[in-house]
Structure formats: structure tokens, C-alpha cells
């Protein structure tokens, strides 16, 4: 066995009867003292080991930045963790035909290896072997192969080609993650898990072909895959991970599988989808799931793309669909329409509320500057906090006389900053005005409070500065402070006849108001 060479480099022959290039326990007191045979001798240029040399052990070559040559001879069977480490003049290297296993990073860093054979029986490949083999272009892994380990191909940034063995079960985590290079990708059949980044940057990826067992998909598994076009989801396939297709710029359209009921967060967040039908086995979505998705023009939604965390009809996430900037209209199927659905979609025109729904939670539509047209159904009942919050070509709102109640406490109002307004016609049974409800809105020029209104908080008409007249029910129980602000020209007009005493939880809120009884 040859335990340490203390020669002076160069071109060396290793004497016959070694039968082993030993690997050293570390030493914990030195951590510079060598670890293999060979470790840190940056004057190495050669090595020929001769035949009946079995094994190379960890750290036998580590470090050896001036090796350009290794000659293996075919005895050889194990190559330890770390062993051609950092190597990174190693060209034109040939694994030997009896090898059977392959230690972790045992060839990471030697960036000069284009191309390499895996012997046929080689069963183990530890993780990390051949990170950052900056050069090397192709590679075929043999049959014996059930597992690529993680980072096995990390950043091999000239990676074009890798074939995998019909036999891997597993793909791990950042396994080929930053193959800049790489095409395209073949999952075999047996293939059932796909690990975190497994494939994440691999920016020249245009196709992957899912095998028919796959049944989860990592976090971030295809992340930044700019170039991948078209993806079709295996039946098998139960989960999308958070981020497994974020960034997929290219990605014009996805087929789901049959049988994925979860979406995670921010999936396809910056994806090129154009069309999107969202299956109605998916009973959950993870926030952004479909954020930024700049392309996506038509949008086709299920019930299950429910607020709340009732898996029975659906739980959803926040800023599902915000910032999809090429939608123009929707339609909602849901009872629960789930917070920023669809925040800052700028070219959203026309949303339509389907039987059914009952309410919105807040900010649905935040930020949807050319909002012009909402159709509400007579199911809804309730319009969360800044629903339609800086919708800035809303013109007018007609909500049924279901709804009870538009925002509470919050100071996002739910028409707040909707500068267009002009008409609004409240529902006959609505009981609460919000805080904040209508502030800012400075097209807003009268309006008449149903019967029904018992609380206006906060300044909910604040900052409406062309409103000229307000009716309310002399049957308001509070009117809270700075309810009417900043409205310079405004009447409120009180349909009840003058009480002796001014109601004492009216004062703060109509202060600076004019006012006319009308009982």
C-alpha cells in the first residue's frame, strides 16, 4: 500500500506490488497535513499506477492543480471521496472497466475533463462527483446506477447530453442544477421522486420528457429553466413543490396530470404561460403560484380556488394571478375569492362574479388600473378591505342588494383612490360602509346611503372633494372620525327630524359637515 509520497513530483510511476493508493485519516490538529497519498502535491504533472492496484482511496490526488495525466488500469475497483479532487489540468481521463464505484466529489473541480465513459459496472456514484467539471459535454451513466445523488453534475456548465439508465429510481436534489448547456432531458419510467433544483438554472433546457412514475417534484426542481417550451405533467404526479417552475420564461403551456391537488407557492411565478385551465383536483394553492406571468391571456378557474383552509372546497393562497399583465378579463367561480388575487393586473377589464360566490377577501383587485367593468352575482354578501382599491378607470359600481357589508377596520378602503368613480348605487341591505371605503375617490359627486347602514367608519368618504351631497338614514348608530374629511363643498343630507341633542357618536365624523334634517 502506498500510504504518502514525499518525492518531488513531476512525471511518476508507482512501483508494481502497490495493490492500494491509500486515503489518511485527517488530523485534526494540522488541518494541512495530507489526507491521501498524494494530496496537495501541486508539482504532480503524471501518474502511471500499475495493474494490480484495486483501490484508490479518499484524497489519494486531491489538490493536484499541475496533474494532467492519470493512467488507471482496469484493476482498479473503488475510487474514494475526494480522490482527483481539484484536479483541474486532468484531461483525456479513461475509468478503468472493473470499476464499481465512485466516491463523493471524487472528480469535483477538474475542469478540464470534455467527455467520460462510466463503466457498465459501476453501481455507486457518491454525491458531488463530478462538480464543476467545467468542461465536460457528455456523459452516460450506467444501468447499474438506481440513484443520482446530489449535485452529482452540479454547474457543469458544458454539459450537453447526459442519458440516463432505465433503472434510476431517484433523481436528488441539485443534481444537475446550473447545467447552462444542457437540452433536453429524458426521466426514465422507474424514475418516482425529482429533487429540490434538481434541474434549477439549466437555462438552455427546451425539453423534458416525464416518465410515467414520477410523483413529486421538488421545490425549485426546474427554477430559471428560461428556455423549457412545453411541459406534460405525468398522471402519477400528486404535488408541485414551491418554485418547481419559476422563472420558465418560455413556458407557453403546461399540461397537468390527473391527478395533482397541490400547487406550491410561487410554482410558475414569471412562467410564459398564455393559457391556463386550472384542473378541478387541485384543492390547493400556494401564494404567487402564477404571479408575473406576463403572457397569460386566458384564464379558466375552478370553485376550488377557494380563500380559507377548507380542503373540502379549496384553499388558496395570496397574489395567486397578481401582476399577470396581459389578462383583460375573469370570471369566479368560488365562494371565497382569496386575497390580491389578481393585484396589479393592469389590462384586466372585465370581471364577472359567478353565481355562487358569497365574498371577497382583500385587495382582489388592487392596483387593475383599467378595471372598467365588475358584474356581480346576487350570492355576494361581503367585499373585503381594498378590494378595488386604485382601480383607476372604474366609473361606476352597482352592487345587489345581497351585500351587507363593504370593508371593515382596515385602512385599505375597498373603492379607496378610485379617482374615475362617478356613480355608485349601494346595496338596499348594505349595513356597514368600511373605513376608508371611498377615499380619494375625487369624481364622486353625491350619494345616497340605504336605510340598512348603521356604522360608517373611518374616514370613508375622506378626500372626495368634488362630492357635493350625501344622504344618510337618521338611523346610523356611529359615524366615526373623519368619516367626511376633506370634502370642502359637501351637504350631508339626515332623513330624520332634528333631535333636541345632536347624537354624541355622530359629532367627530360630520363636525365640519353642513347638515340638512329632512324628517
Not at 512501483?15 to 497535513?33: E, F, Q, S
Not at 492543480?65 to 475510487?79: E, M, N, R, W
Not at 381594498?386 to 352592487?399: H, S
Not at 345616497?448 to 357635493?468: K, N, Q, Y
Request: aromatic share 8%; proline share 4%; charged share 20%.
Amino acid at each position: 500500500m502506498l500510504d504518502l509520497y514525499t518525492g518531488d513530483g513531476g512525471d511518476v510511476t508507482i512501483p508494481d506490488g502497490v495493490t492500494k493508493i491509500a486515503g489518511r485519516t485527517p488530523d485534526r490538529l494540522d488541518y494541512n497535513a495530507p489526507k491521501g497519498a498524494f494530496h496537495n502535491c501541486t508539482t504532480l504533472t503524471a501518474v502511471s499506477i500499475p495493474a494490480g492496484v484495486t483501490e484508490i482511496g479518499d484524497y489519494a490526488f486531491c489538490n493536484c492543480s499541475a496533474l494532467g495525466k492519470a493512467s488507471i488500469p482496469d484493476s482498479v475497483t473503488a475510487i474514494g471521496k475526494y480522490a482527483f479532487n481539484n484536479c483541474g489540468n486532468l484531461a483525456g481521463l479513461k475509468l478503468p472497466r472493473d470499476l464499481t464505484s465512485i466516491g463523493a466529489r471524487a472528480f469535483d473541480g477538474c475542469t478540464t475533463i470534455s467527455s467520460l465513459a462510466v463503466p457498465a459496472g459501476v453501481t455507486e456514484i457518491g454525491e458531488g462527483a463530478f462538480y464543476c467539471c467545467n468542461a465536460l459535454e457528455t456523459v452516460s451513466l450506467p444501468a447499474g446506477i438506481a440513484v443520482a445523488e446530489e449535485s452529482l453534475f452540479e454547474h457543469c456548465v458544458s454539459l450537453k447530453k447526459i442519458t440516463l439508465p432505465a433503472g434510476i429510481a431517484e433523481i436528488k436534489q441539485r443534481a444537475f442544477k446550473d447545467c447552462e448547456s444542457l437540452a433536453e432531458i429524458v426521466i426514465p419510467d422507474g424514475v418516482t421522486a425529482i429533487g429540490e433544483s434538481a434541474f434549477e438554472g439549466c437555462t438552455s433546457l427546451v425539453s423534458v420528457k416525464f416518465g410515467k412514475s414520477v410523483s413529486r417534484i421538488g421545490e425549485s426542481a426546474f427554477k430559471g429553466c428560461a428556455a423549457l417550451k412545453v411541459v406534460a405533467l405525468p398522471d402519477a404526479l400528486t404535488e408541485l413543490c414551491e418554485s418547481v417552475f419559476e422563472g420558465c420564461a418560455a413556458l407557453g403551456s403546461v399540461a397537468f396530470g390527473k391527478n395533482v391537488s397541490r400547487i406550491g407557492e410561487a410554482a410558475f411565478r414569471g412562467a410564459g404561460l398564455v393559457s391556463l385551465t386550472v384542473p378541478d383536483t387541485v384543492t390547493e394553492i400556494g401564494d404567487e403560484a402564477f404571479a408575473d406571468c406576463a403572457a397569460l391571456k386566458q384564464l379558466f378557474l375552478t370553485e376550488k380556488v377557494n380563500a380559507g383552509w377548507d380542503e373540502t372546497i379549496g384553499c388558496t393562497g395570496h397574489s395567486v394571478f397578481a401582476r399577470c399583465t396581459a389578462l383583460t378579463e375573469v370570471s369566479l367561480p368560488m365562494r371565497q375569492v382569496p386575497d390580491s388575487l389578481f393585484a396589479d393586473c393592469t389590462a384586466l377589464k372585465t370581471v364577472l362574479f359567478e353565481k355562487g360566490v358569497e365574498e371577497t377577501w382583500n385587495a382582489v383587485f388592487a392596483g387593475c388600473t383599467a378595471l372598467e367593468n365588475v358584474i356581480f352575482s346576487d350570492t355576494v354578501r361581503k367585499i373585503g378591505d381594498g378590494t378595488f382599491m386604485g382601480c383607476t378607470a372604474l366609473r361606476e359600481i352597482d352592487l345587489p342588494d345581497s351585500v351587507t357589508e363593504i370593508g371593515f377596520i382596515d385602512p385599505y378602503g375597498v373603492f379607496q383612490g378610485c379617482t374615475a368613480l362617478e356613480r355608485v348605487r349601494l346595496s338596499a341591505n348594505l349595513e356597514t360602509v368600511g373605513r376608508c371605503t371611498f377615499e380619494g375617490c375625487t369624481a364622486l359627486k353625491e350619494m345616497a346611503l340605504p336605510d340598512a347602514v348603521r356604522w360608517i367608519h373611518w374616514e370613508a368618504f375622506s378626500g372626495c372633494t368634488a362630492l357635493r351631497r350625501v344622504s344618510i338614514p337618521g338611523t346610523v348608530a356611529e359615524i366615526e372620525p373623519g368619516a367626511f374629511d376633506d370634502c370642502p363643498n359637501l351637504t350631508v343630507e339626515i332623513r330624520r327630524k332634528k333631535p333636541l341633542l345632536f347624537p354624541g357618536k355622530w359629532y367627530k365624523g360630520m363636525k365640519k359637515c353642513r347638515l340638512e334634517w329632512k324628517g
